[in-house]
């Protein structure tokens, strides 16, 4: 019986270790996926076009059709473009506000650690 216990552990550890792979791939997936569709939305809420599709490989122009682009890109519109000062104020204060975030995340902890590990008298939920 004893000898069954490192094979049981060992099967156990490999099942555990190949699920939390695969939930893994799962979940990036999922969080890669969830990227590219905020992207997509930040780009067409800022009035840039999105390519139909991201994967496929760019198009390589000859040298004089690329001159053509840079001589026809003067008589188009320009491109839009952000407030400088907008995206100033979001990058000063996006630390700040992850600094905060993990802040309260390591007092909930802390207080939830506290709260099953300190005795608490009779009566009260543990």
């Known amino acids: 019986m004893q000898e069954l216990a490192p094979v049981v552990l060992f099967i156990a550890l490999y099942v555990v270790l190949v ?21 997509a939305a930040a780009m067409l809420q800022g009035g840039i076009d999105t390519p139909p599709d991201a994967s496929s490989p760019p198009m390589t122009l000859p040298a004089e ?29 996006a630390p700040r506000e992850a600094a905060l975030a ?17 005795p608490l008298p009779a009566g009260l939920p543990h």
């Open 102 to 118: 993990s802040l309260a995340a390591g007092l909930a902890f802390a207080v939830g650690a506290l709260w099953k590990l300190s």
């Open 65 to 93: 059709s690329s001159a053509f682009a840079r001589d026809a890109l003067g008589s188009t519109t320009p491109l839009p473009q952000a407030d400088a000062g907008v995206l100033l104020e979001r990058a000063l204060a």
């Open 19 to 39: 699920v939390a792979a695969f939930l893994t791939l799962i979940g990036s997936s999922l969080l890669i996926w969830r990227y590219q569709r905020g992207v």
